[in-house]
């Protein structure tokens, strides 16, 4: 392993320039924080580094077959340009992946694809679609040990072994430098529309949609914003996609299967992708900065139960996704806020409570990810040494 320091100084634009950074790193034990444009460089613990190993200009997309429905790109690809390209040939990521930076006081369009599968974070379809690590069908990357790896392929017949890119995805960049991704595509809904119900509590609003969900109206996205969130009434939001014919029957439908709720209209294709992006993109709390912002997954009937708890004890916001089992909540910073989260959580039923916004301050002094039991930590520590035994990528970015 040569220590010569890299060329590139950290700027990587191809594979090699990334595999010799982190055996340098590997070799002199130097810590390196790694980003693509660092639009969620704020999430996490505040890592402490020499150096920054970026991938912005790791970038480009190397393989795309629509009629296979499969996408390969270098890890720094921007979202955007994925988009464009899946949008020319009607396809899509079904997971919706957020776009964090106005949430995070950072531009609109900024995320990478490598940024998307190191945080694992997506958006209302995944009730529906599944996650961000259920459509990798393969990666290339470096090891904290400076070693190159490749696991996976471009269909799911060829992911055999062991997975290590399920194991990769949402570990925010501290057990390997992803360098290729390769994702499963599906074709866009011909068209979308939603119901709007007016007025719930979020107690009405969780038996709403759990009703919903419950029938055969293939519901893609059910949310609630309490009163105060986006409007002065509250709103339940409840999506439906498809071929217009079949969009148009399940939502008269659902209409009536719902009439007990009260009043309520449905959204045309356009309002419902903008009341959709907002909800997914987090933006009824991107406009106060100085708050801090919780991410909240548990049982969905649960959910309401865990707000009014945390209501009762400090001053909150909230709105709800993927049928209630989603909680976005901004606050106050602070460490009393945090414990108070985490008891709430537990006493109804457990969960996990992730601080996603918080001032660097508070990201040192909090837990940021849910605490694990001893046997799941020693677990997850064993599995980070293996990939990164001297504990240089990201260290302290997961705690």
């Not at 795309?64 to 720094?76: D, M, T, W």
């Not at 471009?154 to 960049?173: C, E, F, I």
């Not at 609630?224 to 079949?246: C, K, N, W, Y």
């Amino acid at each position: 392993m040569s220590s010569e320091k890299p060329e590139s100084d950290f700027h990587s634009k191809t594979n090699d320039d990334v595999l010799a950074a982190v055996r340098w790193a590997a070799a002199e034990e130097i810590p390196l924080e790694v980003i693509g444009q660092g639009s969620k460089r704020a999430m996490g613990h505040p890592t402490q580094t020499a150096h920054t190993l970026s991938l912005g200009g790791l970038s480009g997309i190397t393989l795309f077959e629509p009629e296979e429905l499969v996408l390969s790109a270098k890890a720094g690809t921007p979202l955007a340009e994925i988009q464009t390209l899946l949008d020319q040939h009607h396809q899509e990521m079904q997971f919706e992946p957020c776009d964090l930076g106005p949430l995070l006081g950072a531009t609109a369009g900024q995320g990478t694809l490598g940024g998307l599968v190191n945080t694992n974070i997506c958006g209302p379809r995944r009730l529906k679609a599944g996650s961000v690590r259920d459509h990798i069908l393969g990666i290339n990357a470096v090891s904290g040990r400076g070693e190159a790896f490749k696991s996976g392929g471009r269909v799911v017949k060829n992911v055999t072994g062991y997975d290590l890119a399920k194991g990769v995805t949402g570990s925010y960049g501290t057990l390997a430098v992803l360098t290729d991704i390769t994702i499963k595509v599906l074709p866009r809904a011909e068209t979308e529309k939603t119901l709007a119900l007016s007025g719930l509590s979020d107690d009405q609003a969780t038996q709403a949609m759990a009703m919903a969900l419950g029938s055969s109206a293939e519901v893609s996205g059910a949310a609630h914003l309490p009163a105060g969130i986006a409007d002065d009434q509250s709103v339940t939001l409840l999506r439906l996609e498809g071929f217009m014919p079949s969009v148009e029957y399940r939502i008269e439908n659902l209409g009536k299967l719902l009439a007990d709720f009260g009043r309520h209209e449905q959204l045309d294709a356009e309002t419902s992708r903008g009341q959709w992006w907002a909800v997914r993109d987090i933006l009824p709390f991107a406009e106060h900065q100085e708050r801090a912002v919780w991410r909240i997954s548990c049982t969905p009937d649960r959910g309401h139960k865990i707000v009014s708890d945390i209501r009762d004890r400090c001053d909150a916001r909230a709105f709800y996704d993927w049928q209630g089992g989603l909680i976005w909540l901004e606050m106050p910073d602070g460490q009393p806020q945090a414990d108070r989260i985490r008891e709430a959580v537990s006493s109804h039923g457990g969960g996990h409570a992730t601080l996603i916004r918080a001032d660097a301050t508070a990201r040192r002094a909090d837990p940021v990810f849910q605490p694990q039991p001893a046997p799941l930590a020693a677990l997850s520590n064993r599995y980070r040494k293996n990939f990164d035994p001297k504990g240089i990528l990201n260290p302290g970015r997961m705690g």
